[in-house]
């Protein structure tokens, strides 16, 4: 899958969702993803996009959040 479809495929079914199961589901849809051959990369491509899919992501590829903000500073 490409980083627009999982996105977008997010998006879509997390209106529906109750709101204290999004960073469950979001979870189980990471690890869907993943398991029908979604690379890392594409991973790292699609954070940004959505609170519940960062946290998804970021805790299936085992790197701490704090991580990605590290790197998006910019140092003088």
């Known amino acids: 899958m490409e980083e627009e479809q999982i996105i977008d495929i997010?998006?879509?079914?997390?209106?529906?969702?109750?709101?204290?199961?999004?960073?469950?589901?979001?979870?189980?849809?990471?690890?869907?993803?993943?398991?029908?051959?979604?690379?890392?990369?594409?991973f790292t491509n699609c954070l940004g996009n959505d609170y519940a899919l960062d946290h998804a992501i970021n805790y299936y590829l085992d790197v701490e959040e704090t991580d990605n903000l590290e790197e998006d500073e910019e140092w003088d």
Do not use: S
């Open 10 to 42: 997010w998006n879509m079914f997390k209106e529906y969702l109750d709101k204290k199961h999004v960073e469950m589901a979001a979870e189980r849809f990471v690890d869907l993803v993943a398991d029908y051959g979604t690379g890392d990369d594409t």
